[in-house]
């Protein structure tokens, strides 16, 4: 960034007339209203949170999470991204190696199609799987003769959840993976390693960090979804809450801090998924510019 | 590659078929019926008006903050710089419990504005203010690239050409900058459409005031009422699609744009 603010008068005045600054008067009132409306959307909702939560105390705060409605949410969100969030990661793997390393016909389908359920309401994307599975749905009477529950139970849930998170870590590596070419994995193939080695030792190890942070994202939104869940839930208190739900429900039964110490733990997550990714950001940079230090030298 | 294909029609294509073979099913007098009720035509009205709005102030917020963030030197910089994307993190039902607490009456917020007439919780402007937290990164994230490419000769050449700085801005930085920000405010267009988690705690959904078109079609569904609810969920997915056609568009225009520059 060219010039940092203190310096003597004469200079700033200088390069004022130079023309590429704005007077500091606009300069610093941009970045006033810049950063009261930084801090009415994104601090104050994020204080208020923890502080809502501990409203009543750290006890009340700590029984409304282990009380059983609540601790069986969590354990349904738990058990929910630990299913989605792989399968996820193996079809993100797979479909970005497709797109990155192979040329074919419908490519650029295949990338639309990936990006698909990011630009359809959480809502619709929910009521696709009622259509299908619900009791009046394509599958439901046949679901239902055999007994097997997908809508209003823990299948659905999960179902709906893989729609919504499947793009992420497909979008993250699909970059990364265009950026590191294939001509390592051709040498390493004519080296005489097979196909799995290869990918093993050699693309892996290349997309780490875009895969990393893929899983990340893809967590995070898994556990806090909260539309196309809320559709094929059923909301049955105990047993198809998730912890989105849950804090719905407390909301709506006037437990506001209760409500608040569920939403405390969605909003810690998020805070940990932003703290990777700018962890991440960092390193990059300084990769950056250790080789362009490399670069530089001699 | 077998894999991929199987997958992505397992989970995507089979439900998008489902839902359109059950649209299929209805006569078009059915669907035009069940799909322009009154009650429906009300929240698309709610649903895009509201969406507009908070587009427009993500829109004007997003380059004040893009251009803050690229071009100014300030305590906290770098901690605002990775919060942005805090939205896109914090899951919906969170930010919109936060935020009808932060209006409402006794909240933080809610105890200075609701005196003053200001009442954010359970009224339309609540539904734009949480539209406007939940698509607040699309606007900065798509401009920043494009403000730290700028090249700053340009700005240069205008000012020793005589430009001042307000002239400088207009003529030459503000057109260069338009297509991202057009694609920004289409972006967060889209994703406020399609948003329910964070209005169902906000907006109070009253049918006919705060009720959104997501909201109604989870009203259809708890009634059984699936045609009702696929019939609203087409006319979505028909104005998502329109809008992703739109996004691809400004995106080659920028990217274009940016080439030539």
């Known amino acids: ?59 009340y705060y700590w029984s409304s999470l282990t009380q059983p409605d609540s601790w069986a949410a969590i354990r ?80 659905g849930i999960v179902l709906a959840t893989v729609f919504v998170t499947f793009p992420f870590v497909a979008r993250e590596l699909i970059p990364v993976m265009q950026a590191a070419g294939s001509e390592q994995e051709q040498a390493a193939l004519t080296l005489g390693a097979n196909g799995w080695q290869t990918f093993w030792h050699v693309t892996l190890p290349s997309v780490k960090w875009g895969l990393i942070y893929g899983i990340i994202l893809c967590n995070a939104r898994a556990m806090g979804e909260f539309g196309a869940v809320a559709v094929v839930s059923g909301h049955i208190t105990g047993q198809t809450d998730t912890m989105p739900l849950r804090v719905e429900k407390l909301y709506n039964e006037y437990d506001a801090p ?7 733990l969605l909003a810690l997550l998020a805070l940990l998924t932003l703290g990777v990714r700018t962890l991440m950001e960092w390193r990059e940079a300084r990769e950056f510019e250790r080789a362009q230090m490399t670069a530089a030298q001699p | 590659m077998g894999f991929t294909l199987c997958y992505l029609s397992a989970i995507v294509l089979i439900p998008f078929a489902g839902l359109l ?50 071009r100014y030197e300030f305590p906290g910089r770098r901690i605002i710089d990775s919060m942005v994307d805090f939205p896109f993190a914090l899951p919906t039902a969170v930010a919109g419990l936060t935020l009808a607490n932060l209006f409402a009456a006794n909240g933080w917020l809610g105890k200075y504005l609701v005196p003053l007439g200001i009442k954010g919780a359970f009224t339309p402007l609540g539904i734009v203010i949480a539209l406007t937290f939940v698509g607040m990164p699309f606007v900065v994230r798509t401009l920043q690239p494009v403000l730290q490419n700028l090249e700053r000769e340009v700005e240069e050449a205008a000012a020793t050409l005589g430009a001042g700085r307000l002239r400088t801005f207009v003529s030459i930085i503000a057109p260069s900058l338009l297509p991202a920000v057009l694609t920004g405010f289409a972006l967060a267009f889209a994703r406020a459409i399609g948003e329910y988690g964070s209005i169902v705690f906000i907006s109070g959904n009253l049918p006919f005031k705060t009720e959104i078109a997501p909201y109604l079609i989870v009203m259809r569904l708890e009634e059984y009422d699936y045609t009702g609810a696929i019939a609203l969920a087409i006319v979505l997915l028909v104005f998502s699609f329109l809008l992703l056609g739109v996004i691809n568009l400004l995106e080659q225009w920028s990217s274009r744009f940016q080439r030539k520059v």
């Open chain 1, 1 to 59: 960034m060219a010039g940092t603010v203190n310096r003597n008068p004469g200079a700033r005045l200088k390069r004022y007339q130079r023309g590429t600054e704005e007077p500091p008067v606009v300069k610093w009132t941009l970045i006033t209203v810049a950063l009261t409306f930084c801090f009415v959307f994104l601090l104050l909702p994020l204080v208020n949170v923890f502080a809502q939560a501990l409203a009543k105390g750290w006890a």
């Open chain 1, 76 to 155: 349904l969100t738990l058990i929910v991204a630990g299913i989605s969030v792989p399968l996820n990661v193996l079809f993100g793997l797979a479909a970005a190696w497709a797109v990155a390393k192979f040329e074919f016909r419908g490519k650029s389908l295949l990338i639309t199609l990936i990006d698909l359920p990011f630009s359809v309401s959480p809502v619709v994307a929910g009521l696709m799987f009622v259509v299908l599975f619900g009791l009046q749905g394509f599958f439901g009477k046949w679901l239902d003769a055999h007994e097997i529950k997908i809508i209003f139970a823990v299948p």
């Open chain 2, 21 to 70: 073979l059950r649209t299929f099913q209805l006569s078009w007098a059915d669907f035009w019926r069940l799909a322009t009720t009154d009650r429906a035509m009300a929240a698309y009205r709610l649903t895009f008006g509201a969406s507009l709005i908070a587009a427009l102030a993500n829109a004007l917020f997003g380059t004040l903050l893009a251009w803050v963030l690229a």
């Open chain 1, 258 to 264: 209760a409500a608040f110490a569920v939403a405390s």
